[in-house]
T-cell receptor
Framework: NAGVTQTPKFRVLKTGQSMTLLCAQDMNHEYMYWYRQDPGMGLRLIHYSVGEGTTAKGEVPDGYNVSRLKKQNFLLGLESAAPSQTSVYFC?????????????FGSGTQLSVL | AQSVTQPDIHITVSEGASLELRCNYSYGATPYLFWYVQSPGQGLQLLLKYFSGDTLVQGIKGFEAEFKRSQSSFNLRKPSVHWSDAAEYFCAVGERPSGGSYIPTFGRGTSLIVHP
């Protein structure tokens, strides 16, 4: 049982480049989240999804787009990367956000934007 | 809007000593509260959670936390720390804005350093 899988694990971009981070879960979870983690800032919510075909903005959505075309996948896109987007990105999922069930986290993606 | 404050950025304890990590929240109604632990290079793992009922909750790895409404606190405790407990600890609160989906908000984390 893989749980939550993030790809890639590491990536280096130049300013202005685009990329997509993939999050896949095999637990049939409805809710999926993308967070970024920065030193001294903790985890901040970028976007989230409450089900296939739905997305919503979190605390820090600017510069990012997301898609949830399939229930098991939640994609995070950077259209034009900026150095301020250098961070560790975590995907999480939960069976039902209705009572805020336990979040299952991926192992993270380390992104550096030069 | 909800918020979570972890006032200590770093905590250093000796192995075998007791531990208390502080967490304060700001939320109008009864909050849903969580503690997560993050080992180096890993994602977060749930230690324990509080929804309602007994205000002292037990978690994994020998951790416990106590919800104190009067102090708006949910402090994490362990009676005897092991070297393997060295990690980053996050307090989180769940809110349901406008009756919609629950959104978890995390504190900035407390780094636990354990001396032998």
């Amino acid at each position: 049982n893989a749980g939550v899988t993030q790809t890639p694990k590491f990536r280096v971009l130049k300013t202005g480049q685009s990329m997509t981070l993939l999050c896949a879960q095999d637990m049939n979870h409805e809710y999926m989240y993308w967070y970024r983690q920065d030193p001294g800032m903790g985890l901040r919510l970028i976007h989230y999804s409450v089900g296939e075909g739905t997305t919503a903005k979190g605390e820090v959505p600017d510069g990012y787009n997301v898609s949830r075309l399939k229930k098991q996948n939640f994609l995070l896109g950077l259209e034009s990367a900026a150095p301020s987007q250098t961070s560790v990105y975590f995907c999480a999922s939960s069976y039902s956000g209705d009572v805020l069930e336990k979040l299952f986290f991926g192992s993270g993606t380390q992104l550096s934007v030069l | 809007a909800q918020s979570v404050t972890q006032p200590d950025i770093h905590i250093t304890v000796s192995e075998g000593a007791s531990l208390e990590l502080r967490c304060n929240y700001s939320y109008g109604a009864t909050p849903y509260l969580f503690w997560y632990v993050q080992s180096p290079g890993q994602g977060l793992q749930l230690l324990l959670k509080y929804f309602s009922g007994d205000t002292l909750v037990q978690g994994i790895k020998g951790f416990e936390a106590e919800f104190k409404r009067s102090q708006s606190s949910f402090n994490l405790r362990k009676p005897s720390v092991h070297w393997s407990d060295a990690a980053e600890y996050f307090c989180a609160v769940g809110e349901r804005p406008s009756g919609g989906s629950y959104i978890p908000t995390f504190g900035r984390g407390t780094s636990l350093i354990v001396h032998p």
